[in-house]
């Protein structure tokens, strides 16, 4: 088959994802290796996508002169496109800012970088099969206590425009925090399904709470298990940080049609 080299990256890069997701959503009991090539192709494509494919210009890193304006939004994003399969668009962090950690209920996700570095650090939720222990860190009230959730601390990486997608899927790494790294950053951002309230899809912010180290006995300690531990903390939903929120900005780049 003739290779298309008209029709524009982010285009081909729309048709995959839906054609990927929507077969997603109904194979849940079907043949796992059929998704797992459109996956892979999609991944493919999105590699390879820089910020000069979506004609956006990356953002200087300007130094702070201690009078920036309060009402910039510390992240902008770009609408692309969304359907009922998945979304798309670009984030734009400044530097020295973060998206605070936030799940993804139920969705499928991939991010890559356009320009610039971020750090990302991915969670899961545990089954609470667990007592909460008595003194976190930081406290909580009492009656808090209840609504707290084992989690674990699956990786830390570093993106840059020259790195794979990051991957997140409703039962791996579907939580994370992302920090602009040495600078401002972009990244194109796909969720499978987008964000829907009505259908049990919002967002929630968390904080990572830890349990105060019990003291040493003496017995001897697995430090294999150790290890495991070390990467394990209590998780406690909190309203948007107040330092955080996002503006919007036009898309410039290639029409997208689904």
């Given at each position: ?9 982010i285009?081909?890069i ?43 210009i ?14 910039s ?11 009922e ?7 734009l ?7 605070p ?19 990302v ?22 009656l ?16 840059s ?11 791996r ?64 939903e ?9 503006g ?8 997208v049609?689904?």
């Amino acid at each position: 088959m003739p290779r298309d080299n008209k029709t524009a990256l982010i285009q081909k890069i729309a048709k995959q994802a839906f054609i990927t997701f929507k077969d997603c959503r109904s194979a849940n009991n079907g043949d796992g290796s059929v998704v797992a090539d459109k996956v892979n192709e999609l991944i493919s494509l999105v590699t390879s996508v820089r910020a000069k494919d979506l004609k956006i210009i990356p953002l200087k890193n300007k130094p702070s002169s201690g009078a920036a304006a309060p009402q910039s939004p510390p992240v902008t994003y770009m609408h692309i496109c969304e359907t009922e399969v998945f979304s798309m668009g670009v984030f734009l962090l400044k530097a020295g800012t973060s998206i605070p950690l936030h799940d993804h209920p139920g969705m499928n996700g991939m991010l890559k970088v356009l320009y610039g570095k971020v750090n990302v650090r991915c969670l899961d939720k545990l089954e609470n099969s667990l007592p909460v222990p008595p003194r976190l860190e930081p406290a909580l009230a009492p009656l808090q206590t209840a609504v707290v959730w084992r989690s674990v601390l699956r990786s830390v990486a570093e993106y840059s425009e020259n790195s794979g997608p990051c991957l997140l899927t409703p039962v791996r790494d579907n939580l994370h925090q992302i920090d602009a790294v040495d600078g401002p950053a972009a990244f194109l951002d796909i969720l499978a399904p987008p964000y829907n309230p009505d259908d049990g899809r919002d967002c929630h912010y968390y904080r990572v709470l830890r349990s105060e180290a019990e003291p040493v006995t003496g017995a001897k300690v697995d430090q294999e298990q150790l290890g495991d531990k070390e990467n394990e903390g209590w998780l406690f939903e909190i309203p948007q940080p107040e330092d955080f929120w996002c503006g919007g900005e036009p898309y410039p780049g290639p029409v997208v049609s689904i």
